[in-house]
């Protein structure tokens, strides 16, 4: 994914870093953003689509605390979770994790140091194609 590009279209852009994220933020070089210390004193606008919280860590960090239950409230989080082992090893297993929490995979960051998950609540549900009003509101499709 290129995470550059994402980031480029929202105007509020917030990292907090749980682990060294190495070269990790030099992909961010080109993009505005502001380091935060922690989740706690973070002021959250619920009514804004154009804030990105981006958290750069780990499985360990992610599996040993109640990290993911604390940051309700946020509408756009994008987890870097940088390569291990761990994740490797156990990729079904994690993917099923985050998938539960609402997050979406878009693999491998560009450079190749992070697997990139991101929650972002206007597009957190995918709506199938025979939800529609062509489908329900029109009686001459209802004995097809």
């Known amino acids: ?22 070269d990790l933020l030099k992909e961010l070089d080109s993009c505005t953003y502001e380091s935060i210390d922690s989740l706690d004193n973070y002021k959250i606008n619920v009514f804004s689509e154009d ?12 599996t040993n605390s109640d990290f993911l239950k604390k940051n309700y409230g946020l509408q756009n989080i994008m987890l870097l979770i940088t390569d291990d082992d761990k994740f ?20 491998p960051s560009s450079n190749k140091k992070a697997q990139v998950f991101v929650y972002d609540i206007s597009d957190y549900k995918d709506n199938p194609d025979w939800l529609n009003n062509k489908n329900w509101a029109n009686p001459e499709l209802w004995e097809k």
């Open 1 to 22: 994914m290129d995470i550059e590009k994402y980031i480029s279209n929202k105007k509020n852009v917030r990292v907090l870093k749980l682990v060294d994220d190495g």
């Open 51 to 62: 804030e990105l919280v981006v958290i750069i860590t780990d499985l360990e960090s992610l």
């Open 88 to 107: 490797k090893k156990n990729n079904t297993k994690y993917l099923n994790m985050f998938f539960g929490y609402g997050y979406k995979y878009f693999g």
